[in-house]
């Protein structure tokens, strides 16, 4: 309908309605206008409203103009060139896909990249044009996006696409072609607003019903209404999150009112196969911690927060945060799994350097602070504060590199500055923390200074979720500055994820630090988040810890957590205890009970150990080298898809003969004479093998490129009642504190050891208790030692002036040493110290 009939037809209506009561005349003009476009622009990262708002946060603060300022110096070149000479940057524009599945993964990045590129012109180009209201930024964004709408406004949703890979498109092209749309919108309505024509290489009229079909186009590839429906309830990929913005962000710039409306509910609550809801299907599958349940750097999410706080503020009668604070909440906890050296834990496929916690943070902050939730908006603060204060000042950079979910914009538009001074502080030296969909307890002890060299942190764990890897109950550990430990990760580039080196090795126990049992310990492939993969394994629990999880410690210088795995896949149950035992502010170490048995035939054990270094030598404890000989005991698999459990791939394998002996070994890291000291107590009978395995990723000081040094410890028979005890110091002495380790026997079973350090002048005797069930009893009469429960540590250190005693319950009711008994606490926990002469 034209302008002239709707204007003729109102003429009439109201002719004909004159005695009628005035609310039919406001009835019928809302619904003659309901097709209208009522939304106002910009609407995605900000509003016309905000705008001195965000020029008084330029004027006032240095980071918000440096945005800026990155800003002309990525646009103000190239449109200097543009207005000379259009074509230059125009034909910059790569040759556009057929269909979305015309390109693969592996093959994609570079035209994304290139598409991305000239994308990102425009929607930076339009930020410029509100913030400056300078036309000739919006006439530079007109200009690009006449080229892709000319391209896209001539297919349907199932042909639309730019790069030929759907999983690409809303990632890469789709946002910022709305974002930039969405900036110069208001410019765009004008009258008689011209834009280049590539083809026919002058201005034309700029066609804005040709922009919202190209826009409608993009929304409904994303969606793909066309496909299979939403199945709410069913777990997804993260696929749905990474491609929202996508979706989103085009439904936003719909001008019909009941269309954009329409795509919306799809969105958030209808859903479908390819773009889940988002209230039904991907809300839902948070954790109770408010995670993604996927490995560590997959888990950040930030598009989850960013979706809820545009959403908010699109639609506040929804209230769409009411109920996930704890999303907003699950936020903060990745600042609790990092190492002192602030790079991040590693389970599963996952990488140490991927940090997202900026804008995780920054996105919470702005939503918390506009819906008044105080606590969430302190924790913000204070989460910035420790980060910018980590990286030398908050320093927005909006050349990171990536062409993925980069939205460095909203720095400006939702960034805020931090106080200076804040009355509270963040602990992050939280003893213990819990990944619960993960399997995973990490355990921590820092040091005033210096904490880079001497911190401890580890892990211990191991479950099924996507992008798992299967480990069994797996370990990490933290020393001297380095990963010393390393679990696998993920490979640098897609394609290496599919190559035997990752699929058959880094992906399944070998590659890891375990105990595989019978020489076989495989995973299931049905329920695997992988085809062909085999990666399924039971999820394994945390039965105990001190402290629990992010609670208080009662010890600075104990705490410990206890992971079990009713293993179902390979008919056997196994508890893994780490603790932390600091002995002075320099020195420390972990202790690592690993308990295995198969429930059905125990024919052997074997516990492998990883450490970077150039070197690893095997000692009896009383400094004797044991003579090792070349074995190709690793080099069998059991015949499944994936050649469990994937140790074909260790080189060089030598073996000793079987002993009981204690045994020390050595692993050296030559580049700055850094050393893993691990001491093992003698009473059980073993074969020690050293080998080589392929190189560990992102390690450092160029240990990346060098193989990985294998400790692989056999053990006939079962491993529960005789667990394996390894007692880990790092340290930057090539002489290790640890002096002398015992078993500790409860007739003939191991509960644990004893370990003596020399520190300074001082002797400290640690004995470590660590039984399998919280009711157990140990007596033992030389010692003249009782405990009843998990575990304990009775600490004795011997000065020159008499001895310091410290009885720790980390789980149990009591601990007696002679006449000193300890009680524990409501919390089965306690500690005193007392001297004696």
């Not at 994304?112 to 425009?122: R, Y």
């Not at 002489?735 to 020399?758: M, T």
Request: aromatic share 10%.
């Amino acid at each position: 309908m034209g302008k002239s009939s709707i204007e003729s037809l109102t003429g009439c209506y109201l002719i004909n309605q004159l005695f009628l009561k005035g609310i039919s005349i406001v009835l019928f003009l809302t619904a003659i206008t309901v097709k209208g476009q009522s939304l106002q622009h910009p609407i995605i990262y900000t509003t016309q409203q905000e705008r001195d708002f965000v020029l008084e946060k330029i004027k006032k603060y240095d980071w918000a103009e440096s945005v800026v300022s990155q800003l002309h110096e990525h646009v103000d070149g190239a449109l200097e060139v543009h207005q000379t000479h259009p074509l230059i940057i125009l034909n910059r524009i790569p040759a556009f896909a057929v269909h979305d599945h015309e390109n693969k993964e592996r093959e994609v990045g570079p035209i994304a990249a290139a598409h991305n590129e000239v994308l990102s012109l425009a929607a930076n180009a339009g930020a410029l044009y509100f913030i400056t209201q300078d036309e000739k930024y919006a006439q530079f964004a007109a200009d690009i996006l006449a080229v892709y709408t000319d391209v896209l406004s001539i297919k349907t949703p199932e042909t639309t696409t730019i790069c030929g890979y759907a999983f690409f498109d809303p990632r890469t092209t789709y946002a910022p072609f709305a974002v930039a749309y969405d900036f110069i919108y208001n410019y765009l309505k004008q009258k008689n607003v011209k834009v280049f024509d590539k083809n026919k290489g002058h201005l034309v009229a700029f066609d804005n019903t040709k922009a919202q079909k190209a826009i409608a186009n993009m929304v409904g590839n994303v969606l793909q209404e066309y496909g299979k429906p939403d199945v709410h309830g069913k777990r997804v990929s993260n696929h749905p999150i990474l491609t929202a913005p996508g979706a989103l962000f085009g439904i936003l710039c719909i001008e019909d009112d009941m269309e954009r409306e329409r795509l919306f509910k799809t969105f958030w609550e209808k859903g479908t196969a390819h773009q889940n809801s988002f209230k039904n299907t991907i809300l839902p599958m948070f954790s109770g911690q408010g995670i993604w349940p996927e490995s560590l750097s997959y888990s950040f999410m930030p598009i989850i927060t960013m979706v809820l706080n545009i959403v908010d503020r699109v639609k506040p009668e929804m209230n769409v945060t009411a109920d996930y604070k704890h999303v907003l909440e699950g936020n903060f906890l990745f600042d609790y799994l990092r190492h002192p050296n602030r790079t991040f834990v590693r389970y599963g496929d996952s990488k140490r350097y991927n940090d997202f916690t900026g804008d995780l943070y920054r996105y919470t902050l702005n939503l918390a602070s506009r819906k008044g939730y105080k606590t969430l908006q302190n924790k913000a603060e204070l989460a910035l504060k420790n980060s910018y204060e980590a990286n030398g000042g908050h320093r927005p950079n909006l050349s990171t590199g990536s062409i993925f979910d980069n939205f460095n914009l909203l720095e400006l538009f939702w960034g805020q500055s931090v106080p200076k001074k804040m009355k509270d502080s963040v602990n992050l030296d939280k003893a213990t923390v819990i990944v619960d969909h993960a399997g995973i307890a990490l355990q921590r002890n820092y040091v005033d200074e210096n904490n880079e060299t001497y911190g401890l942190c580890g892990i211990i764990g191991g479950a099924h979720y996507v992008h798992s890897h299967l480990t069994g109950i797996s370990m990490e550990l933290y020393g001297a500055g380095y990963i010393m430990a390393p679990n696998a990760g993920l490979p640098a580039s897609v394609p290496e994820r599919k190559i035997p080196l990752h699929e058959h090795y880094f992906r399944l126990y070998a590659g890891n630090n375990t105990v595989i049992v019978n020489g076989s310990s495989h995973g299931q492939d049905e329920g695997s988040w992988k085809g062909k993969a085999n990666v399924w394994q039971n999820k394994t629990v945390n039965i105990a810890a001190e402290p629990k999880h992010l609670e208080e410690r009662i010890s600075k210088e104990f705490n410990f957590a206890t992971q079990f795995l009713d293993d179902t896949v390979n008919n056997a149950k196994q508890e893994r205890t780490l603790s932390i035992i600091r002995t002075s502010a320099t020195t420390g170490y972990y202790f690592d009970m690993f308990r295995s048995k198969s429930n059905d035939e125990n024919k052997f054990h074997d516990y492998v150990y990883h450490n970077i270094g150039d070197r690893t030598q095997i000692f009896t404890l009383d400094n004797q080298e044991l003579t090792l000989k070349k074995t190709n005991r690793y080099q069998n698999n059991i015949g499944d898809v994936v050649k469990s459990p994937g140790w074909r791939y260790y080189e060089g394998t030598q073996s000793t003969k079987a002993t009981k002996k204690g045994i020390k070994v050595r692993f050296d890291i030559e580049f700055d004479n850094t050393f893993m000291h691990l001491f093992i107590p003698e009473g059980v009978s073993r074969e020690y093998t050293k080998a080589l395995a392929p190189p560990t990723r992102e390690a450092k000081n160029g240990y990346i490129d060098k193989k990985t040094q294998v400790l692989a410890v056999r053990q006939q028979g079962e491993a529960w009642d005789r667990p394996y005890i390894g007692i880990f110091e790092p340290s930057t002495q090539k002489e290790a504190s640890i002096q002398k380790v015992e078993p500790l026997w409860d007739g003939d079973k191991i509960v644990g050891a004893i370990i003596i350090s020399k520190v300074k002048d001082s002797l400290v005797s640690d004995i470590i208790i660590s039984q399998d069930n919280n009711n157990a009893i140990y007596k033992n009469e030389a010692l003249d030692l009782y405990f009843k429960g998990r575990f304990g540590v009775v600490r004795k250190t011997a000065k020159a002036h008499g001895t310091n005693i410290v009885l720790y319950i980390g789980e149990g009711e009591v601990l007696k040493l002679g006449s000193k008994e300890l009680k524990s606490n409501a919390l089965k926990r306690g500690v005193i110290q007392f001297d004696t002469e």
